[in-house]
């Protein structure tokens, strides 16, 4: 039984940092990727940074580059999305989703089968 789960979130100050934390059980850590996700009211959810959990090759959103960074701990079966000189547009709900491999390519919306339950980003 897959399963993810946020943690991190929190309000902070434009130009603040924060560190978001998805820890997963349940599924072999290779050949899949892990997202974040965002959403904020009224928007549609918009996938920011991705990571392949085999190699450990990363992607990001363009409007995310240079300030947000995706890692992984495999040791620990956890996904990070390191935020730093946030925006208040960076504001809205976190989610990390699962799409489990092979795959060879960055997985499409409908790829990712398995989400979290979101962790709340807020930035004033």
């Known amino acids: 039984h897959v399963q993810l789960v946020e943690s991190g979130g929190g309000s902070v100050q434009t130009g603040g940092t924060l560190r978001l934390s998805c820890t997963t059980t349940?599924?072999?850590?290779?050949?899949?990727?892990i997202g974040w996700f965002r959403q904020a009211p009224g928007k549609e959810r918009e996938r920011v940074a991705a990571?392949?959990?085999?190699?450990?090759?990363?992607g990001y959103a363009d409007n995310v580059k240079g300030r947000f960074t995706v890692s992984q701990n495999a040791a620990k079966n956890t996904i990070y999305l390191q935020m730093t000189r946030l925006r208040p547009e960076d504001s809205g709900m976190y989610y990390c989703?699962?799409?489990?491999?092979?795959?060879?390519?960055?997985?499409?919306?409908?790829?990712?089968?398995?989400w979290g339950q979101g962790t709340q980003v807020t930035v004033s």
């Open positions: 990571i392949y959990t085999g190699g450990g090759t990363t």
């Open positions: 989703a699962a799409a489990l491999g092979p795959l060879a390519q960055w997985p499409t919306l409908d790829q990712y089968k398995y």
């Open positions: 349940g599924y072999t850590p290779s050949q899949n990727v």
